[in-house]
């Protein structure tokens, strides 16, 4: 419930215009000076953790709402162009990385086959975003594996480096 308040206040804060917006929190102030017009992907993100929050059972329809909620975020740091292949890549992410947090095994094989169903664009992440193919890279390395976290392992930093030289 209190986890819902809070998600409640951060969706009623991002649709306020930055000058109506309460003072004094330090993300919300970094979001208006930094994010101002591209708070729909921020508020995306929101309904997202929403879904986690309130699913009573995690199918696979609440996995994929939750991916593409929590990853909405990757879109938001692109232009149009990019924003398709930076959405696909979050969605992996956001997967991949609850996938490794929950405890209940069936949760976990649904948030698995959610993040590996995720089809990826064509074309590579932009150089100055290449640490969202680097993320990408150990979700899809931590999906493949059945879930595990994303940096396990002695070849977590090798595909690492992989993505951040080839932006793959």
Known sequence: MLG???LAWWREALGKP???RPR???VLDGIGQHW???EAFLAQMVDGWEVLVTAENLGPAEAESFGAGRGAFF???ADEATAGRLS???RRWALADAAAGVSDPEECATLVAAGLAVASPAGRIPRALRGLAVLEAL???GLSRGGRPLMEGRGASLAALRAAI???
Request: proline share 0%.
């Open 88 to 90: 696909a890549a979050g």
């Open 18 to 20: 930055v000058a109506e």
């Open 36 to 38: 101002q017009g591209r």
């Open 4 to 6: 819902q308040m809070r």
């Open 75 to 77: 879109a938001g740091l």
């Open 166 to 168: 080839f932006r793959a």
């Open 139 to 141: 979700a899809l390395r």
């Open 24 to 26: 004094g929190d330090a």
